[in-house]
């Protein structure tokens, strides 16, 4: 647990020094979305917030990390569970394309850190789980150089539970 914190030190630190550097690279983005997956029998809704560094590596291809959060509202059940999840943070490796002057497609691909480090109380799974492999693809539509509408699919795989959402967001390039 302390290398996972370590990490994610790290990682903050090398975005941050990054940002003061080039701020041409650094984006922001905010999404909203409907559980799909197993998550989508217990939540009702998924916010998602990301930030991204990325370099352009070619006219077209932009590439680098990305960290963010996404957090599972709760429906309103009775007795519902709630020793599962209810947010991650995604690290992730991330990959842009420029289709056109409008268009963009890529792909997020890393690790989701389970929100609750793993400590399900009342569990039902066999074993506890910190996290599980993160994949996401996205397309963009964008209105400004650096103004987006991104439409993504989510998908957290975990040993016995599976976190996914479809969802419509923003994104801001700083």
Request: glycine share 10%; aromatic share 20%; with cysteine.
């Amino acid at each position: 647990m302390k290398s996972t914190w370590l990490c994610l030190a790290v990682f903050f630190l090398f975005c941050s020094s990054l940002s003061l550097n080039a701020q041409e690279g650094f984006k922001f983005e905010a999404n909203v979305g409907v559980p799909l997956a197993d998550s989508g029998d217990f939540y009702s809704f998924a916010l998602q917030g990301n930030f991204y560094y990325s370099w352009q590596v070619s006219d077209k291809i932009y590439i680098g990390p990305t960290i963010g959060i996404i957090y599972l509202f709760e429906e309103d059940f009775p007795e519902s569970f709630d020793s599962l999840p209810a947010f991650y943070i995604p690290i992730a490796a991330s990959g842009r394309v420029k289709l056109n002057t409008n268009w963009a497609a890529g792909f997020d691909l890393g690790y989701a850190i389970d929100g609750n480090l793993g400590t399900y109380f009342g569990s039902a799974f066999e074993e506890d789980s910190t996290g599980g492999i993160y994949l996401r693809p996205v397309i963009g539509y964008y209105f400004k150089e650096k103004l987006a509408l991104i439409a993504s699919y989510a998908h957290i795989n975990q040993k016995h539970y599976k976190a996914a959402s479809l969802s419509l967001g923003v994104n801001f390039w700083f």
